[in-house]
């Protein structure tokens, strides 16, 4: 500010430097910076992962310093500092939709939690934290910075960010319309269009203007495409302004598509050890693993991160079921509606009580159901996302948190274990049959085991939270309780997959990634240490 009074170029310079210093030595992928409010040794980050990294005050605070520094220099650099900034530090502080429910500090360790912090979330009416008058500012600026006007003998208008929005350009008398198409992991374009309309009682229509756009690093020349009402125009590499000048008139249009890709980044910290670890990058978006504490991933001989990330397919989405079972019996342990819902629970699976929602327990009550080998009878494509779909397949659960792990019996009367689909001696084993619930539920289905007919998934009749869930034989003679326990409801997944999520594979599991402001109490990485 004071370089904006004075014009005294040492300001310039001194701004300048510090946002370098920052952005080079001490920042997170994420774009924000900081540790327990101090920044330590520069290039050492890898020590400073924890619970207490990123002060959302900091991150505010660096935004207003980019901007200014922007509107100094032009300089493509601030710009993408911005958007990283904006779309991983500011977006990541709230609790998924719920305005006013922010954090302190955003933590950055592996297995790390924004519920588990020195502060834990605030509340929307009795936390005063410094972190929350610039939190909840930093959401009532999220149009702040999009577009830049520059003075001169004709208009000229930079746009740094896609914010699908609204400008009253008035100096070219001209309002220009911002859409941003949604975009997905599985159809990876960023789609942006820029519609011009001239003010009706304005003669400036008839003198040129510019727009410049921010053409991403993050994207590919190799296609990267823009077109002026329907007409191809060349782009300049990654990194740089398109420019286009010109008389504009209502109905002009110009759109743009940007391929959005997977990326790493190596953690800020030169010592040789830490070489290794890094960040995972979708476009701008910073990507977490949905992992409690692991932090290494061996990706084998592989060159590109595509070759061992891949985007969750659209139709999992559907596949996404929480089986519930509801007890209405005095003095249980149940907590939520005499709710008990089928989870798993380290190793085993067991029925607990009903989770609250964006937590490990609610991503460890969905499951996927995934029709069997080759050969097993298929129904008719699946279009309404009901389990009653499935009715008849012969199919596997999956853990919705690690794909590819399946619930797996270990014999009658014994609790329920998980494997790694593929294992031949075990996929037997693994195999269930959907069939209508024994309880004669319209609603409700049960799981019976192909290589054990007349055995079933078999929740218990304890009515207690944690009771292990066993293969049962059905008894000979009509056993009503039995029938109940081994019948459930499949609601549509507790947990679900963000348009943004990925399956990375390394030698041993795998795990869903999804963008870190998609994640509220469950736990996550953002770092990895990637070996080869």
Known sequence: MRYEVTGDPLYKEIGTYFMDIVNSSHAYATGGTSYNEFWTDPKRLASALGPQNEET????????VARHLFRWTKAMAYADYYERALTNGVLSIQRGNEPGIMIYMLPLGPGSSKARTLHQWGTQFDTFWCCYGTGIESFSKLGDSIYFQEDGTN???????????TLTWDAAGLTLKQVVQPLSSSDPILHVSLEFSTFKDTMSENEESSVNIR?????SANGAQATLNGVAISLPEPGNFLTVTRKWISRDNLALSFPVSLWTENIKDDRPQFQSVQAILFGPYLLAGMINGEWNLNIGNTTSVSDWMTAVPPDFASQLFTFSQDWKISGSNISKN??????????????DSFPESGTDEAAHA????????????QNKTRMSGSAMDFMGNNVYLELFHRPGMIVTHQGIDKSLTVSQKGLADKDIATIFKVVPGLDVNNNSLSFESVNLPNCFLYGGTSYQAGQAVQLQCKPVKTDLAFNRAVSYNANTGLRTYHPFSFIAKDSDTSYIFQPLLAFRDESYTVYFNIST
């Open 57 to 64: 005050c900091t991150t505010y605070n660096m935004l207003k």
């Open 155 to 165: 208009p000229s208008l930079y746009i740094i960010q896609f914010i699908s929005s």
């Open 338 to 351: 005499d709710t008990l819902v089928f989870t798993y629970n380290n190793g085993t699976v067991t029925m």
């Open 366 to 377: 969905t499951f996927r159901i995934v029709n069997s080998a080759p050969g097993t009878p």
């Open 215 to 219: 053409i991403p690093f993050w994207t």
